[in-house]
Every structure is written in structure tokens, then in C-alpha cells.
């Protein structure tokens, strides 16, 4: 059974600073992986899909790596804003979505 | 365009009683999928529906049930209420052209947060 985890759970940083958020999962035989983020009371916004082909991808100031062989993947965010703070999950599997336990980012002036 | 919309977006219940939310995609999408988030169990799948058929179910209870119309709009419905079926009940829409959920963007709504009393 894939199981997905997160760490840190938590974060609060001052702004400016470079992040990495760290995601891991138990069955490599993954097809892709996406990064989303959630802000309070609302939906997921996705961030970043990597194919199971690709090692990374990038978005402003987004970076994800994606390491099949070691159950692992990274969202290093860069410059860190005050409207970063959300919590940041990963998804991955096939035929459906399996979510990590999420990462609560706050980044405060 | 417009995004994806649920409706309602908060729902006060007691238990027993059975519930329907409602999910309209973004135009053009074909697939959508239903998620349950509470804060111990995190965001499970519940089911996707892929022109008018469910094409893949969670480990869900069959209290959980949903449906889709012609025009790609879904509904879900949850049946003999429980306590522990409080949570944000969240849809995703996306094109539906990959097989797989996990190969394409999916768009999510802002929730139904339900509460069983």
C-alpha cells in the first residue's frame, strides 16, 4: 500500500529565505508525481507536474526534483514571499491520487 | 474561464440524514474526481467519474455513491450520515484525455465543508 509522508509538518520562516520541502513515498513504481497548495479554506492549487520521464520541473520560483529510485521528492521554493504561506502537499500514484500529509508553510515579514 | 464550482459551499447535517453535493467542472473537462480531507485521515480519493461512468473508486463505504450528467457536472451523495463524515469534500476537474488522474493537471473547487451533528 503507497504511503505518502511529509516533512517537516511545519514551518515558519522570515522572508527571503530559500525552502525545501520534502516529500517521500513508499512504492517507487510511481508513474508521476504533482505538487499542489492549499490555502485555508479553499482547493488545491497545482503547482508543478513531474512525468515519471522527468527529473524536475520549474515554475518561477519553484524548483521540484523527483528521485524514483529512492521514494523521494523535493520542492525547493526560492526568495520565500508572506504569500507563500499555505500548506504545500504531494501527490502521487497511478489510477488514482494519493496525497502526502501536507507541510504548513508560514513565512512571515 | 471559469473554474471549477461546488455547491453548497458549507452544509450543517445530523446523523442519518443523507446529503448531495454538487460539482460543475471547468468547461470542457470531462472527468471529475471527489476527494474527502479531515485532519486526521489527510485527503483520500472517494471515485472519478469519466463521461458519465465511474472510472475508479477509493476505499470508500457504498453509503458513498456519485453520479455524473451528459453535461460533465457531478453530484455525490453520502447516505445514513456518520459523525466521522465531517470533513471538506473537495471535486477536481480535468480534461480526462490521459487515463491516468496523475498524468494531467487537476483543477480543484473550493470545497463543501459538511458538518454532522
Same mark, same amino acid.
Given at each position: 500500500k503507497q504511503e505518502v509522508t511529509q516533512i517537516p509538518a511545519a514551518l515558519s520562516v522570515p522572508e527571503g529565505e530559500n525552502l525545501v520541502l520534502n516529500c517521500s513515498f513508499? #512504492?517507487?513504481?510511481?508513474y508521476n508525481l504533482q505538487w499542489f497548495r492549499q490555502d485555508p479554506g479553499k482547493g488545491l492549487t497545482s503547482l508543478l507536474l513531474i512525468q515519471s520521464s522527468q527529473r524536475e520541473q520549474t515554475s518561477e520560483r519553484l524548483n521540484a526534483s523527483l528521485d524514483k529510485s529512492s521514494g523521494r521528492s523535493t520542492l525547493y521554493i526560492a526568495a520565500?514571499?508572506?504569500? #507563500?504561506s499555505a500548506t504545500y502537499l504531494c501527490a502521487v500514484d497511478t489510477d488514482k491520487l494519493i496525497f502526502g500529509t501536507g507541510t504548513r508553510l508560514q513565512v512571515f515579514p | 474561464k471559469a473554474g471549477v464550482t461546488q455547491t453548497p459551499r458549507y452544509l450543517i447535517k445530523t446523523r442519518g440524514q443523507q446529503v448531495t453535493l454538487s460539482c460543475s467542472p471547468i468547461s470542457g473537462h470531462r472527468s471529475v474526481s471527489w476527494y474527502q480531507q479531515t485532519p486526521g485521515q489527510g485527503l483520500q480519493f472517494l471515485f472519478e467519474y469519466f463521461s458519465e461512468t465511474q472510472r475508479n473508486k477509493g476505499n470508500f463505504p457504498g453509503r458513498f455513491s456519485g453520479r455524473q450528467f451528459s453535461n460533465s457536472r457531478s453530484e455525490m451523495n453520502v447516505s445514513t450520515l456518520e459523525l466521522g463524515d465531517s470533513a471538506l469534500y473537495l471535486c477536481a476537474s480535468s480534461s480526462g484525455q490521459a487515463l491516468l488522474l496523475i498524468q494531467e493537471t487537476q483543477y480543484f473547487g473550493p470545497g463543501t465543508r459538511l458538518l454532522v451533528l
Open positions: 513508499t #512504492d517507487s513504481a510511481i520565500s514571499q508572506p504569500g #507563500d | -
